[in-house]
């Protein structure tokens, strides 16, 4: 998994929407003051920046060096975040957490295997979490465009073997089915705008249309998705509401 996102940290931490403060003060709340808390796949800190003002530690996690580095810069100033390079094969080789947070990473892992294995890790009242989007996402107001825009350049989607759109088995019956089935949702409302450069930058963010998949296709690619977008809005500018859900997984008491 470390050459997914080739050359997409940069515009993973400036495109990538956050989730949003109720959502974050939602974890924070769970995992509480002194929880330290696993970042599984953290990206460039996009939970665990925002996350460790309000709680004991984070642990972040990601397999990528780029996504680290640029982690580790933004939180420049944030005392209590370790960066760590590992993946979810990995998780008796990291220090001890009592929590873990997974946003858009779950569906890259195998999953069944995660969870039976932090089963034995998590002490007890050891709390998975879950931020991002729920069963029924919001698709943005350019994403048929893009699409049409990826398939012209060859950069379709492609997923883990274990995922959803692989399996057909959402995150919440996977989790349903594990040893973490006592399972509270929430969902909670964030308004987002984006232009024609922030959408791009999305594009670009993305595993299968990173820069290191379109190669010498970046700038071609850059500009046909300009053109496209123009056409779909001359505006040049999108707002919407994405919905987050915050789904956090207990054991069950007893």
């Given amino acids: 998994m470390t050459d997914l996102f080739g050359g997409a940290a940069p515009y993973y931490a400036k495109y990538r929407p956050d989730h949003g403060d109720q959502a974050i003060e939602h974890l924070a709340r769970t995992f509480g003051p002194d929880g330290v808390v696993l970042d599984l796949g953290c990206g460039p800190g996009t ?3 925002p996350l460790a003002r ?3 530690e984070v642990l972040a996690v990601d397999p990528d060096e780029g996504m680290l580095e640029t982690g580790r810069a933004l939180a420049a100033g944030v005392p209590n975040i370790r960066w760590l390079r590992g993946d979810s094969t990995r998780l008796r080789e990291l220090p001890a957490f009592g929590h873990i947070v997974m946003g858009r990473s779950f569906h890259w892992m195998d999953r069944r295997a995660v969870l039976a294995e932090l089963d034995e890790l998590l002490p007890p009242g050891g709390v998975v979490a879950l931020v991002g989007p729920g069963r029924q996402p919001v698709e943005e107001p350019w994403e048929p465009t893009m699409r049409r825009v990826r398939e012209e350049f060859d950069a379709y989607t492609f997923t883990a073997t274990d ?13 349903a089915t594990s040893p973490f089935s006592d399972l509270e949702s929430t969902m909670y409302e964030h308004r987002l705008t984006y232009d024609v450069d922030a959408v791009i ?7 299968y249309s990173s820069p290191a998949r379109l190669g010498d296709r970046l700038e071609p690619f850059k500009e046909a998705a300009r053109k496209a977008l123009l056409a779909l809005d001359p505006s040049g500018t999108w707002e919407y509401t994405d919905l987050i859900e915050v789904l956090i997984a207990r054991r069950p008491a007893g």
């Fill in 47 to 49: 939970v665990a920046i």
């Fill in 163 to 175: 995922s959803f759109q692989a399996s057909g088995e959402h995150p919440h019956d996977v989790l």
């Fill in 54 to 56: 309000s709680v004991g």
């Fill in 201 to 207: 930058g999305l594009q670009l963010s993305y595993s």
